[in-house]
């Protein structure tokens, strides 16, 4: 089992053996069925230091439904970047219902740091990627610095940047787990269908992605699934899956 996150030494030997690590999760068990990668993950692998990463966004509702028949108690976070659509706030209260999840975590920027870098709230007109780390980034190292694995409901065929998606990677001294790494959009609407999940009903407005809505256009016929996000910009990520994340966690302040 993975040891406890310690401080990096200089050698950096600790990140690395967390990377190797989850390599060799990745290859025990990346192949199983999502369901199944969650029930190991949640009840023997990292019991009891465990997470969720939900946007409550488009596809949100999958990931939550597995995780509610293995565990409801099991924490969820969500980051509440102040900048959601109400349809998302709506959708998170009624999916928390249906699934009778019981411990989710609100985690809201650092009012200080809102103040000092976006005071007048339109940051994301003139620095999108200041924005995400102030609003999701640093948020999200507060939210998953005490597990020692998360889960979050990416998947390979989002976007071009997904492609190779690991099931198991590391982040720093941390497991981030990807169970529906490998599904297709015909799996998701197949298990929607079957378990007569709830939709984000903005989803029916073409919004296959959603995200904070000053950055969240529809999406055009033919363009991938995270197309309307930050259209217009090279940005493709908002920040909380790519190295910022890592540096975040690894700061001594946390």
């Not at 985690?107 to 200041?130: C, F, H, Y």
């Not at 999200?140 to 610095?145: D, F, I, K, M």
């Not at 790494?181 to 984000?200: F, K």
Request: proline content about 6%; charged content about 25%; hydrophobic content about 40%.
């Amino acid at each position: 089992m993975l040891a406890k996150p310690r401080p990096l030494d200089r050698t950096g030997s600790v990140e690395t053996g967390v990377a190797a690590e989850a390599a060799g999760l990745d290859a025990l068990h990346g192949h199983l069925k999502p369901i199944e990668i969650i029930e190991r993950a949640a009840r023997d692998l990292f019991r009891g230091e465990i997470a969720a990463v939900s946007s409550f966004g488009a596809d949100s509702a999958v990931l939550l439904h597995m995780i509610s028949e293995i565990d409801r108690s099991l924490p969820v976070i969500f980051l509440d970047t102040g900048k959601h659509f109400e349809e998302t706030l709506g959708y998170r209260d009624a999916l928390v219902a249906d699934f009778g999840l019981t411990d989710i975590r609100v985690i809201k920027p650092d009012e200080a740091a809102l103040e000092r870098v976006d005071p007048t709230g339109q940051l994301n007109e003139t620095d999108t990627d200041a924005c995400c780390d102030v609003r999701k980034v640093e948020p999200l190292a507060r939210g998953v610095e005490p597990f020692r694995a998360w889960f979050t409901g990416r998947k390979r065929f989002q976007a071009s940047t997904r492609a190779a998606l690991p099931v198991f990677e590391a982040v720093g001294l941390r497991i981030r787990i990807n169970p529906l790494a490998h599904w297709t959009t015909s799996d998701q609407a197949d298990y929607m269908r079957a378990h007569a999940l709830r939709e984000n009903p903005l989803v029916a407005y073409g919004y296959l992605s959603i995200g904070c809505f000053p950055c969240t256009q529809p999406v055009q016929p033919g363009e991938d699934a995270r197309s309307g996000r930050w259209a217009g910009h090279a940005k493709t990520e908002c920040g909380i899956h790519l190295s910022g994340l890592e540096k975040s966690l690894t700061d001594a302040s946390l």
